[in-house]
């Protein structure tokens, strides 16, 4: 069993950073997958950024490539994302998640269905 919780997010004015935390309780092993999802208001859940525990090569969503940093402190056991230039459209709910099911090769799905593990959520909103 593993248990995320989120911290970090805010109101931020457009261009402004952000950096949400992900504490994490219980184990996660070196062919685990994780990362971020966020949701707008009105819209259906969207992959922001997903990781593999043992190459580490993340995969970014197109709509925050090269804004959006993943990193993973494995002495603390958290998840972090560091947000930079932030539109309003980045506005929503940012949940941490975690797939514990065995990955190979360094790949980690983007589909929500395939992460069983969801934090709470954390609120960003961006004004412009």
């Known amino acids: 069993q593993v248990q995320l919780v989120e911290s970090g997010g805010g109101s931020v004015q457009a261009g402004g950073s952000l950096k949400l935390s992900c504490a994490i309780s219980?184990?996660?092993?070196?062919?685990?997958?994780m990362g971020w999802f966020r949701q707008a208001p009105g819209k259906g859940r969207e992959w922001v950024v997903v990781i593999d525990t043992l190459y580490h090569n993340p995969y970014y969503g197109d709509s925050v490539r090269g804004r959006f940093t993943i990193s993973r402190d494995i002495a603390k056991n958290t998840l972090s994302l560091q947000m930079n230039n932030l539109k309003p459209e980045d506005t929503a709910m940012y949940y941490c998640v975690a797939d514990l099911r065995p990955r190979y090769g360094g790949f980690c799905p983007t589909e929500e269905s395939e992460y069983d593990y969801w934090g709470q959520g954390t609120q960003v909103t961006v004004s412009s």
């Open positions: 219980g184990d996660i092993y070196s062919n685990n997958c």
